[in-house]
Nanobody, 115 residues
Framework: VQLQASGGGLVQAGGSLRLSCTAS????????VAWFRQAPGKEHNFVAR????????TYADSVKGRFTLSRDTAKNTVYLQMTSLKPEDTAVYSC?????????WGQGTQVTVSS
């Protein structure tokens, strides 16, 4: 199983970005996928999760109402649409899934929000 995260970049506060997490070796339609982020000098924090059953989603309070997860099964990709970005959203964003007790991570994509 390999995950590839992409879509990060530099954006002004209030702007939007869409991150992608694409899987190989695994059908995302049957997997729970989560995004985490880590800002410099800070802990690795949960951002959002889309569950394999029914596509239910959960979000960290800090991003609720601004970030939206979706899944494109044809492209085997999970998207994190980020809007109304704030400087405090600046971090390396990584996607994660767990298969049979093994945890798999994408390589991370940098999101930088300027004020």
């Amino acid at each position: 199983v390999q995950l590839q995260a992409s879509g990060g970049g530099l954006v002004q506060a209030g702007g939007s970005l869409r991150l992608s997490c694409t899987a190989s070796g695994l059908a995302f339609s049957g997997a729970t996928v989560a995004w985490f982020r880590q800002a410099p000098g800070k802990e690795h924090n949960f951002v959002a999760r889309i569950f394999r059953s029914g596509g239910h989603t959960t979000y960290a309070d800090s991003v609720k109402g601004r970030f939206t997860l979706s899944r494109d099964t044809a492209k085997n990709t999970v998207y994190l649409q980020m809007t109304s970005l704030k400087p405090e959203d600046t971090a390396v964003y990584s996607c994660n899934t767990q298969v049979r007790g093994e945890s798999y991570w994408g390589q991370g994509t940098q999101v930088t929000v300027s004020s």
